[in-house]
């Protein structure tokens, strides 16, 4: 990979997320539509902060060096959505269980089309 692939890298993997993560929530109970769009907005948030360090420790590091890389960014980013769901999601859930449940799977998902598919 190089950093010339990286915007497409980006969308695809933004589009990924919202959707994995938007399913995941509303499977979690969180249905409205202003809920769902917080969901997005916090993924717009994160997104792609988490998918350009990736890219950039794979670039300058190597990919020894991603999954270590990526926990620590995934962590940054549920605490980052966890905060923002527990200010602005109408309905009452644990906020960082959520956030976490729906980026463990966008996560988990994203690796097995990586592994098997791209």
């Known amino acids: 990979m190089t950093l010339e692939h ?9 589009a990924l997320t919202v ?3 938007c399913a995941a929530a509303w499977c979690l109970g ?15 948030m994160t997104n792609p902060l988490v998918v350009s360090g990736g890219a950039v420790v794979i670039v300058q590091i190597g ?4 999954l270590p890389a990526m926990l620590v960014f995934e962590c940054m980013a549920v605490m980052a ?9 109408s309905v009452k859930c644990n906020s960082f269980l959520l956030s ?3 980026n463990t799977s966008s996560y988990m998902i994203g ?7 791209y």
């Open 6 to 14: 990286l915007p497409l890298i980006m969308l695809r993997a933004f």
């Open 19 to 21: 959707l994995v993560e």
């Open 30 to 44: 969180v249905r409205d539509c202003y809920s769902q769009m917080i969901v997005i907005l916090a993924n717009l």
């Open 63 to 66: 990919y020894g060096a991603l």
């Open 81 to 89: 959505e966890g905060f923002v769901y527990s200010k602005k999601l």
């Open 100 to 102: 976490l449940l729906c």
């Open 111 to 117: 690796e097995l089309l990586n592994r098997f598919v």
